[in-house]
């Protein structure tokens, strides 16, 4: 298949929100094949373990073209491996964001002119979600039906044993 028919989308997913289900909606649509890919942010102590985080993915995902798959390593040998010739990242409106991608963007470009990043943005009324913060209010025990699938909660739940 053609690498630019194949695209790679890479995070932490801990958990997995309705941020980033948007964005894959959006590359299911628009690539022949898709790979969901879980790694871990070395910079970050994730909150569930891989397995979990694989098992939340297999929930939330609802595309017969998008496989799940975790990596380690580098990204960019990683989608190579794959045959991906595309990264996908999403964007909130917050120049945090924006600085931290840009840079992980040149990186791997340096390390291969073969695998390019494309940004997708989530839908409005879900871009100002992310994990930390979903993090943050599991830990407390609160409300997260607005954040996340019902499948990705029961299965948080059950992990945190509630
Ligand atoms: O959820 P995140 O923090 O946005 O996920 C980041 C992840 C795991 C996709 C990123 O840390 C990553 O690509 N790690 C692999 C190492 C790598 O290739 N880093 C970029 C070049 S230094």
Known sequence: MNPNRVA???GSFDPVHFGHI????????LFEKVIWA???NQAKAPMFKLEDRVEMLRRANVHSNVVITPFS???VPFALSRGAGVIIRSLRMVSMDFEYEFQMTLINRHLSDRVHTVYLPAR???MHINSTAVR???R?????SEYLPESVR???????GR
């Open 73 to 75: 390593g580098l990204l």
């Open 154 to 160: 029961d299965y948080a739940a059950s992990i945190l």
């Open 140 to 144: 407390n025990n609160e409300d997260v």
């Open 38 to 40: 879980i790694g871990t």
């Open 22 to 29: 948007d964005v894959i909606d959006s590359t299911s649509q």
């Open 8 to 10: 790679v989308f890479p």
């Open 124 to 126: 409005q009324e879900h």
């Open 136 to 138: 943050e209010l599991l």
